[in-house]
């Protein structure tokens, strides 16, 4: 049974740091693609960033770039989203998802962890 | 970028009706459409793929139709548990935006 178990979230002062932890089981872990992607408090999904298999290519948002990194440890099946500068609009539920199917869309996702950036 | 728009917002229907949920993406993206449902606590669920075809599992009620820039996830028969919000995302190139989201409510 394929399972993502997120965790890592918590309250956070603006301009601090957190890193996100994605456990992945079920499936061969290093050899598909992972993704972020989060929902701010009564808003919409947000695609976050994305990783391939091999972690040799990696995509983030405008809205984080340069501020998160997404990064992956397949030794350990663990993917990763470090999180710096944080903003009071990062405030949002973290799903991490995984691509089986072959193509980029998401076909299985954790519960999500929550950041909640705040003074 | 590509905007993706989903209408409407939200809607209320009753027990048994015919929902159908629209999504417009601002350039063509083939067939490179999904669709997934987000229930409260619980991580999104893909439903759709490949703008109609239907993820292992999902009830056979749902459907979705549509290709380059016009799409529509169909619930044929509304059950209480279908009480959820539901979204489409473009997945041909990054960024692989959703949609505004449809929140489903029963009347």
């Known amino acids: 049974e394929v399972q993502l178990v997120e965790s890592g979230g918590d309250l956070v002062q603006p301009g601090g740091s957190l890193r996100l932890s994605c456990a992945a089981s079920?499936?061969?872990?290093?050899?598909?693609?992972m993704h972020w992607v989060r929902q701010a408090p009564g808003k919409g999904l947000e695609y976050v960033s994305a990783?391939?298999?091999?972690?040799?290519?990696?995509f983030h948002s405008n809205f984080v770039k340069g501020r998160f990194t997404i990064s992956r440890d397949n030794s350990k099946n663990t993917l990763y989203l470090q999180m710096g500068s944080l903003r009071a609009e990062d405030t949002a539920v973290y799903y991490c998802?995984?691509?089986?199917?072959?193509?980029?869309?998401?076909?299985?996702w954790g519960q999500g962890t929550l950041v909640t950036v705040s003074s | 970028d590509i905007q993706m728009t989903q209408s409407p917002a939200s809607l209320s229907a009753s027990v048994g009706d015919r929902v159908t949920i629209t999504c417009r993406a601002s350039q063509d993206i083939r067939n490179y459409l999904a669709w997934y449902q987000l229930r409260p606590g619980k991580g999104p669920k893909l439903l759709i793929y490949a703008a109609s075809t239907l993820q292992s599992g999902v009830p056979s009620r749902f459907s979705g139709s549509g290709s380059g820039t016009d799409f529509s996830l169909t619930i044929s028969s509304l059950r209480p548990e279908d009480v959820a919000t539901y979204f489409c995302q473009k997945y041909d190139s990054v960024p692989r935006t959703f949609g505004q989201g449809t929140k489903v409510e029963i009347k």
């Open positions: 998802a995984t691509s089986l199917g072959g193509d980029w869309y998401m076909d299985y």
């Open positions: 990783i391939t298999g091999n972690g040799g290519r990696t």
């Open positions: 079920g499936f061969t872990f290093s050899i598909h693609a």
